[in-house]
Nanobody, 124 residues
């Protein structure tokens, strides 16, 4: 069992930055593929970024490439999402997800564990 808890969301002006964190419980974090997804009101949950167990492989949605950076600290059991140059269209609830695998996954149905989400609101 892996429990995930996101933090770091909030209200920011367009062009600003936020760093999301996802704290994972359990001793298997470093065996997990991790991902960030987001869901805006009235829209389906969409892929944002993913990272493999070591942090050596990452993947990004085209909409965030060059602005967002996913990273992890296995010693701290924590996943991060650094978000720069934020846009109003980045407004959503952001979720972290985990899957016990050494690979990297971009589809939400591949993940086994999910956090409760953290709200990010970008004002224009």
């Amino acid at each position: 069992q892996v429990q995930l808890k996101e933090s770091g969301g909030g209200l920011v002006q367009a062009g600003g930055s936020l760093r999301l964190s996802c704290a994972a419980s359990g001793r298997t974090f470093d065996n997990c593929a991790m991902g960030w997804f987001r869901q805006a009101p009235g829209k389906e949950r969409e892929f944002v970024a993913a990272i493999n167990w070591s942090g050596g492989i990452t993947s990004y949605a085209d909409s965030v490439k060059g602005r967002f950076t996913i990273s992890r600290d296995n010693a701290k059991n924590t996943l991060y999402l650094q978000m720069n140059s934020l846009k109003p269209e980045d407004t959503a609830v952001y979720y972290c997800a985990a899957k016990r695998s050494l690979s990297v996954y971009i589809k939400s149905n591949a993940y086994d564990y999910w956090g409760q989400g953290t709200q990010v609101t970008v004002s224009s």
